[in-house]
């Protein structure tokens, strides 16, 4: 089975902060590219998607532009990047024009879900995600479960904007809490701007004792709201070993998606990926 990988983080501690990792001690130490070909070897991925793994703010061109600098090189797969941003700041669009016109740049992403729930609801936050229709870039957008509907918010007011929904919105798997998540994933794949990344679901569930019957009832809600064109997969690694190998997620959302047709699992895996990130 052919994978692209739409959700890998790298960072390296020697080069740039990420204060965040501090609270997880097993997060906090550098992972790079030669340890995601490592954790992913032999599972046959074939590309790669960067998605920001929120850089302290003062480091956040410099670390996009050494993404990018690591996606021109042949010596690994990467050949998407959603970089870290501040859409809340005035000097949203100047940053844009900084990076903007690479190739290998897809999208932007601002972490939600550690933030206050007003932040993505400024007047000048949500003109900034408008403007990234002119750039050619979709937003990532990454909220708890219970911010689905702030997210919704955002997603109907830049209907001109690809969205993309990281995690699944992160349902509280661990809690087998399908409502009102349910409901709200219903609501926001009404809208039609939108894709669904299939990532996320290990870090949210019990990380000693989860089985993959336990992410059966958040997957197939998010299977057939979105359907089988807007939905992509995505590692989350190194964020997913809190609670599972790289190898341990792709088998079992392999054995969750067995019964699909092979056209639908190509989909899920492989070709939406190309699309939806715009890949070679």
Excluded at 206 to 215: A, K, M, R, S, V
Aim: charged share 25%; with cysteine.
């Amino acid at each position: 089975m052919k994978i692209i990988d739409t959700h890998q983080h790298l960072w390296d501690m020697d080069l740039f902060p990420y204060s965040w990792c501090h609270a997880f001690p097993a997060l906090n130490r550098s992972f790079r590219m030669a340890d995601y070909l490592e954790a992913a070897r032999g599972l046959g991925v074939e590309k790669t998607v960067y998605v920001d793994a929120d850089v302290d703010e003062p480091y956040i061109l410099a670390e996009t532009r050494t993404v990018l600098s690591l996606a021109d090189r042949t010596d690994n797969p990467l050949e998407g990047v959603v970089a870290s941003s501040r859409p809340e700041h005035e000097d949203f669009r100047h940053y844009l024009d900084q990076i903007a016109g690479h190739p290998k740049l897809k999208g932007v992403r601002r972490v939600l879900h550690t933030q206050p729930d007003e932040l993505s609801q400024s007047g000048t936050f949500i003109e900034n995600i408008r403007s990234l229709s002119e750039y050619g870039l979709s937003f990532d957008v990454c909220v708890l479960a219970r911010q689905l509907p702030i997210a919704l918010d955002l997603v109907r007011r830049c209907p001109d904007v690809r969205f993309v929904l990281d995690h699944c919105g992160n349902p509280l798997v661990k809690e087998k809490l399908l409502e009102p998540w349910r409901r709200y994933i219903r609501e926001i794949a009404g809208c039609p701007n939108v894709v669904c990344k299939v990532s996320g679901l290990v870090a949210n569930a019990d990380p000693q004792n989860w089985t993959p019957e336990d992410l059966r009832p958040f997957l197939e809600p998010v299977l057939e709201c979105f359907g089988r064109d807007r939905v992509v997969f995505g590692s989350d690694w190194p964020v997913c070993t809190l609670a599972a190998s790289y190898a341990r997620w792709v088998g079992a959302l392999s054995a969750l998606t067995r019964s699909e047709s092979e056209e639908n699992r190509s989909k899920l895996f492989h070709e939406n990926a190309v699309r939806v990130y715009r890949l070679n």
